[in-house]
């Protein structure tokens, strides 16, 4: 069974600062890796698609890093921004599977 | 294009109650999802459809639970004889298997309470 472990559960951070989240799973057969943010109370937006094929995707100030031998990715956050806060989310889907396994999730707090 | 939508945004029902929720995915999107979050936890998956076919279905979704997809558009969950664990936020995701990436567009989410 697939498991998805995020590390640390909660990280405050001054603003302007670079930061790493971090997001590891047991089963390396992965088909592709999404990392989300999801605002209090709200649903998920989605924030980068890495396929297992793919190391890393970049979109603006996110980059997501692929290590599918070791079971890690990790979403570097530069310059972060106090509208950065926000709970991270990684989710892998398997080969032939479609669904999403989810992380319990990093809640972000930047300090302004 | 606006996204994936869901209804009612809230819902508050006395436990032994059905509940249904609607899930309009973003139209060219064959597939969709259903998950369900509770506090502090990541979403789980309940079931998922190819268009209309419904193709797999979690453990988590007992007899309890129904979820349709009658024209391959919009989606219903139901569920019967409502309890207090049933308490959640439900989450609708879409995505097409036509363009590759393969990417789940989520909705707002429907958040369930049962007294």
């Known amino acids: 069974k697939q498991e998805v472990t995020q590390i640390p559960a909660a990280l405050s951070v001054p603003e302007g600062e670079n930061l790493v989240l971090n997001c590891s799973f047991t089963d390396s057969a992965i088909y592709n890796l999404q990392w989300f943010r999801q605002d209090p109370g709200k649903g998920l937006t989605s924030l980068l698609l890495?396929?297992?094929?793919?190391r890393e995707q970049t979109s603006g100030r996110l980059n997501a890093s692929l290590d599918k031998s070791s079971g890690r990715s990790t979403l570097y956050i530069a310059a972060s921004q106090p509208g950065d806060s926000a709970t991270y989310l990684c989710?892998?889907?398997?080969?032939?599977?479609?669904?999403?396994?989810f992380g319990t999730g990093t809640r972000l707090t930047i300090i302004p | 294009d606006t996204g994936v939508s869901q209804n009612p945004r809230h819902k508050i029902t006395k436990r032994g109650q059905n509940v249904t929720f609607r899930c309009d995915p973003i139209?060219?999107?064959?597939?969709l999802y259903w998950y369900r979050q509770t506090l502090g936890q990541g979403p789980e998956f309940l079931t998922y459809?190819?268009?209309?076919?419904?193709?797999?279905k979690s453990r988590l979704l007992s007899d309890r639970f129904s979820a349709e997809r009658p024209k391959g558009s919009f989606s219903t969950l139901e569920i019967q004889r409502t309890e207090q664990g049933d308490s959640a936020m439900y989450l609708c995701?879409?995505?097409?298997?036509?363009?590759?990436?393969?990417?789940?567009?989520f909705g707002p989410g429907t958040r369930l309470l049962v007294l």
């Open positions: 989710a892998v889907t398997l080969f032939g599977n479609e669904k999403l396994t």
């Open positions: 890495i396929q297992s094929s793919q």
């Open positions: 459809f190819q268009n209309e076919a419904q193709l797999e």
């Open positions: 139209s060219e999107h064959n597939r």
């Open positions: 995701a879409s995505s097409s298997d036509l363009t590759g990436g393969e990417t789940q567009y």
